[in-house]
Nanobody, 114 residues
Framework: QVQLVESGGGLVQAGGSLKLSCTAS????????MGWYRQAPGKQRELVAT???????NYASSVKGRFTISRDNAKNTVYLQMNSLKPEDTAVYYC????????WGRGTQVTVSS
């Protein structure tokens, strides 16, 4: 079955950096578009970034220029490098398999202190 396991979250001061990882199994990762989403307390889950199988990327305007999504098909892993973190980036970050059917990881908490 499809499994997505996120790691790398934690507590960081504003201006700091974190790198999230999501390791996938149960499907052919190299041909699958992947995404990172986040959900802050009391808010809806929102798109952070996506990456196609060919490496094309898309970002939310709020993170463009600060976050970078990448993938390593040999490791079945998608990454989210987060720089210049802000308190408003505090959320649970989720990895998602975009197609053919949506599948989600359990999430990893990112907390940015001011």
């Amino acid at each position: 079955q499809v499994q997505l396991v996120e790691s790398g979250g934690g507590l960081v001061q504003a201006g700091g950096s974190l790198k999230l990882s999501c390791t996938a199994s149960g499907f052919i990762f190299s041909v699958t578009a992947m995404g990172w989403y986040r959900q802050a307390p009391g808010k809806q889950r929102e798109l952070v970034a996506t990456i196609t199988s060919g490496g094309s990327t898309n970002y939310a305007s709020s993170v463009k220029g600060r976050f970078t999504i990448s993938r390593d098909n040999a490791k079945n892993t998608v990454y989210l490098q987060m720089n210049s973190l802000k308190p408003e980036d505090t959320a649970v970050y989720y990895c998602k398999r975009e197609m053919p059917s949506a599948s989600w990881g359990r999430g990893t908490q990112v907390t940015v202190s001011s």
